[in-house]
Protein backbone atom coordinates (compact mmCIF):
# COMPACT_ATOMS: atom_id res chain seq x y z
CA UNK A 1 0.00 0.00 0.00
CA UNK A 2 1.67 3.02 -0.71
CA UNK A 3 2.17 5.94 1.22
CA UNK A 4 3.81 9.41 1.61
CA UNK A 5 5.03 11.06 5.09
CA UNK A 6 5.03 14.96 4.86
CA UNK A 7 5.65 17.52 7.23
CA UNK A 8 2.34 20.25 7.65
CA UNK A 9 3.43 23.19 5.93
CA UNK A 10 0.61 25.78 6.94
CA UNK A 11 1.21 28.33 9.67
CA UNK A 12 -1.82 26.94 11.70
CA UNK A 13 -1.49 23.53 10.96
CA UNK A 14 -4.33 21.41 9.59
CA UNK A 15 -7.36 23.52 11.15
CA UNK A 16 -10.14 25.70 9.85
CA UNK A 17 -9.34 26.75 6.49
CA UNK A 18 -6.61 24.29 5.20
CA UNK A 19 -8.36 21.95 7.09
CA UNK A 20 -11.03 22.26 4.52
CA UNK A 21 -9.03 22.70 1.88
CA UNK A 22 -7.09 19.44 2.42
CA UNK A 23 -10.20 17.89 3.02
CA UNK A 24 -12.37 18.99 -0.07
CA UNK A 25 -9.17 17.93 -2.29
CA UNK A 26 -9.01 14.41 -0.25
CA UNK A 27 -12.73 14.16 -1.36
CA UNK A 28 -12.17 14.37 -4.87
CA UNK A 29 -9.69 11.47 -5.36
CA UNK A 30 -10.57 8.05 -7.11
CA UNK A 31 -9.65 5.99 -4.04
CA UNK A 32 -9.14 6.09 0.27
CA UNK A 33 -7.09 7.87 1.42
CA UNK A 34 -6.27 7.98 5.13
CA UNK A 35 -3.80 10.26 7.32
CA UNK A 36 -2.10 9.75 10.49
CA UNK A 37 -0.27 12.63 12.28
CA UNK A 38 2.80 11.71 13.73
CA UNK A 39 2.57 9.40 17.61
CA UNK A 40 -0.81 8.29 16.57
CA UNK A 41 -1.90 5.31 16.33
CA UNK A 42 -4.95 5.48 14.30
CA UNK A 43 -5.03 6.91 10.83
CA UNK A 44 -8.48 8.28 9.85
CA UNK A 45 -10.28 9.22 6.68
CA UNK A 46 -8.94 12.31 4.54
CA UNK A 47 -11.67 12.98 3.67
CA UNK A 48 -13.21 13.47 7.20
CA UNK A 49 -13.38 17.28 8.54
CA UNK A 50 -13.71 15.70 12.32
CA UNK A 51 -11.41 13.38 11.67
CA UNK A 52 -8.58 15.73 9.68
CA UNK A 53 -9.24 18.13 12.66
CA UNK A 54 -9.00 15.39 15.32
CA UNK A 55 -5.24 14.66 14.45
CA UNK A 56 -4.35 18.19 16.23
CA UNK A 57 -1.37 18.36 13.39
CA UNK A 58 0.16 21.92 13.57
CA UNK A 59 3.16 23.60 11.48
CA UNK A 60 5.66 21.16 11.34
CA UNK A 61 3.93 18.30 12.35
CA UNK A 62 4.80 15.15 10.31
CA UNK A 63 1.66 12.97 8.92
CA UNK A 64 1.61 9.88 6.96
CA UNK A 65 -1.12 9.73 3.72
CA UNK A 66 -1.79 5.72 2.83
CA UNK A 67 -3.99 4.58 0.06
CA UNK A 68 -4.90 1.80 -1.97
CA UNK A 69 -5.81 1.26 -5.67
CA UNK A 70 -5.26 2.29 -9.17
CA UNK A 71 -4.45 5.88 -9.10
CA UNK A 72 -3.11 5.75 -5.11
CA UNK A 73 0.51 6.83 -5.99
CA UNK A 74 -1.12 10.24 -8.11
CA UNK A 75 -3.43 11.00 -5.35
CA UNK A 76 -1.29 10.80 -2.29
CA UNK A 77 0.94 13.12 -4.59
CA UNK A 78 -1.61 15.41 -4.88
CA UNK A 79 -2.27 15.47 -1.08
CA UNK A 80 1.11 15.56 0.50
CA UNK A 81 2.24 18.23 -2.26
CA UNK A 82 -1.17 20.67 -1.19
CA UNK A 83 0.25 19.46 2.95
CA UNK A 84 3.93 20.72 2.18
CA UNK A 85 1.69 24.43 1.09
CA UNK A 86 1.46 26.97 3.62
CA UNK A 87 -2.40 27.21 3.07
CA UNK A 88 -3.02 29.94 5.32
CA UNK A 89 -1.43 32.05 2.67
CA UNK A 90 -3.54 34.46 0.64
CA UNK A 91 -2.16 33.06 -3.21
CA UNK A 92 -3.02 29.46 -1.49
Do not use: C, W, Y
Not at 4 to 9: H, P
Not at 49 to 66: D, H, I
Request: charged share 20%.
Amino acid sequence: MPTRTVVVGSASGLHARPAALFVAAAAKQPVPVTIRADGSKRPVPAKSMLGVLSLGAKQGTPVTLEASGDGAEAALDELAALLERDLDAQDA
